[in-house]
């Protein structure tokens, strides 16, 4: 049985902004992969996280954060995090644009 913890409705929010500031420094959705910060952690892909969950997530304040957007992921309440994402300017794309015009001999 998972044990739920109260969380003050500030804390939440200082929290969730954290988060919003937050990169992912390193690995497939890294500063390399994605310049120049890297992916925010509210916008990488849940199948991600839970690979981290399985293997354990990196020490320090980054696999908390990591841990927390899991949580918050894993019960379906992604949503949480548009009104930083319409603040920040939408989603993160992770996959480049694909061109509009086609060329057909």
Do not use: C
């Not at 929010?13 to 919003?20: A, D, F, T």
């Not at 890294?30 to 925010?40: F, Q």
Request: aromatic content about 12%.
């Amino acid at each position: 049985m998972r044990q739920i913890t109260e969380i003050d409705r500030d804390d939440f929010r200082n929290l969730l902004v954290e988060i919003s500031q937050a990169h992912m420094p390193f690995g497939k959705f890294g500063i390399k992969a994605h310049p120049p910060s890297g992916v925010p952690l509210m916008d990488l892909p849940v199948e991600y996280l839970a690979w981290f969950k399985e293997r354990g997530f990196p020490k320090g304040r980054l696999g908390e954060l990591m841990a927390h957007v899991y949580e918050i992921k894993e019960v379906g309440m992604d949503s949480v995090f548009d009104p930083l994402r319409e603040a920040r300017g939408g989603r993160f794309r992770l996959q480049p644009n694909r061109p509009r015009s086609f060329y057909f001999e």
